[in-house]
């Protein structure tokens, strides 16, 4: 039997395209004049098309600004599927999230600004801390597939993927209030060691 292939219509990326198209001009916008000082209608005028059409896009000003990370938790599970078996839990988390560190790496001064700006807009900050809460059913469950387990997650599942989601938290903040200046990766290793199970 031939494994299913998933195939993303044209539509879908297309639908994407402009999805990515949107976002960035949203985030432009948001950057240069401030988050407070930007509307929907503001974003839309930018992007040169109607509020409506803006809205069945990206649906909010705060998912315009927060779409670059919507693949971010599907990529560390991926990731963590990918790290050896032998592998403990907690060190397969931590090397999956260098998933996330890769866009630091590459664009440490784009990756200040956003970061800092997710901080630093409570709107924002909240919507951002549930995108992440919606992770975390994703990589415990990940986790109990790595380990071979019945029951789809544990307990300790939960609380090890929470916990991970927290470390990396808790080392953007450092990193920010530095201005980028420390070694992210490390201050993530740091994170994790202080918490080692």
Not at 5 to 16: K, L, P
Not at 109 to 130: K, N, Y
Request: hydrophobic share 45%.
């Amino acid at each position: 039997m031939t494994p299913a292939v998933t195939r993303t219509s044209t539509r879908d990326i297309a639908r994407n395209a402009v999805r990515a198209e949107l976002a960035q001009v949203a985030f432009d916008l948001v950057r240069r004049e401030g988050y407070e000082n930007v509307t929907v209608n503001d974003l839309a005028t930018a992007a040169g098309v109607s509020r409506s059409t803006f809205l069945r896009y990206i649906g909010s000003k705060e998912e315009a600004v927060l779409s670059a990370f919507d693949a971010h938790g599907e990529q560390v599970a991926e990731a963590l599927r990918a790290r050896p078996a032998t592998e403990d839990d907690w060190t397969a988390l931590r090397r999956a999230l260098d998933t996330l560190m890769e866009r630091y790496r590459q664009d440490p001064q784009s990756a200040l600004v956003i970061t800092r700006l997710v901080q630093d807009t409570p709107a924002l900050c909240a919507r951002h801390l549930e995108k992440q809460k919606g992770w975390r059913p994703t990589l415990a469950k990940t986790l109990a597939e790595r380990a071979g387990e019945a029951e789809p997650t544990t307990l300790a599942h939960a609380a090890r993927a929470a916990a991970a989601l927290e470390c990396l938290d808790v080392a953007l903040d450092h990193w920010t209030a530095s201005d980028g200046r420390l070694d992210l990766p490390g201050l993530l290793d740091e994170a994790f060691a202080a918490l080692a199970f």
